[in-house]
């Protein structure tokens, strides 16, 4: 047989007997047959290459380098799969390191806040109701009974666009679409975004609102109170005082600004309440005769209250934000920090 046949039949009979490996001691005894150190056959197939005549010395040594090659990628491979892996592994898996959490999202504090609003006025009967954010002026305005001369129709404060509509600079022209499409008795909450022409640590020319309205027989403004604070209550914690202060809206008369005790100082006094130990959260009030009767509603059988407050304002006091304008700028470090 010449040298290069035998090379090819020893190829073929290695695989057959790697074949039928299954276990480390059948493993470790193809390795020492085939490339022990002293007996290993393909170590003698290289000592024999200086037997091989000339004219076939380089088609073997290329065959026999095969060989090793081949067999000792073969026993490589087979070692990894008889259980040598799980070794392997345990070398480069520290268990004692921690964990790579997975990444997770979270909540804009935004929508947290409107979230737990929802939450609470559900539990009080009351559904969401939405509205546009490009108005007319007389949902924003007329229908909420401002005069045509009203410093809000001013361009200082609202955004026109060139056919005389505007972004609604409030969510109260909510109410004006539900009271005329729907009769009473009407609970709703409006949240959503609303503009005005400001800009500075307090101010976003777009803002986020909420606004409650509830009109029926016999409500009166004992209704609005005990509404107003079991909500600021359970918003901000039942220990939280509320004080009405008397105020002025079109839409609403009577009308009250509500304050809520400091949630920095607690009532103490601070530089945030400016040493009063109160901060202003909404405005509120009687839904005035004049809208009711403008949406179609009779002042004389119906009463209603309705309430507007500003969620950027309830996040911001809710987590410590100082500038409006970091809920807005999408820097994914915000979320981190709020994360719960
Ligand atoms: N719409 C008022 C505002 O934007 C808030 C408000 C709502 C006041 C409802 C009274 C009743 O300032």
Redesign the pocket.
Known sequence: MSPLTELAELAEQFETEAAEITDQAAWEALRVRWIGRKRGIVRERLAAFKDVPPEQKRDYGQAVNQLKQRVEARLTELEASLGAAPVAAAAILDVTLPGRRPQLGSIHPVSRVAAEIVDIFNGLGYSVAEGPEVESDYYNFEALNFPPDHPARDTQDTFFLNDGRVLRT?T?PVQIRTMKSRKPPIRILCLGKTFRNDNDLRHSPMFH?V?GLAVAEGITFGHLKGTLEAFLKRLFGPETGVRLRPSY?P??EP?AEVDITCTFCRGDGCQVCSQTGWMEIL???MVDPRVLEECGIDPDRYSGF???LGLDRVAMNRYGIPNIRVLFDNDERLLRQVKR
Do not use: D, P, R, W
């Open positions: 409030h109260s609102q606004e809206f839409f609403t009308s405005g509120s009030g309705a309430f507007g």
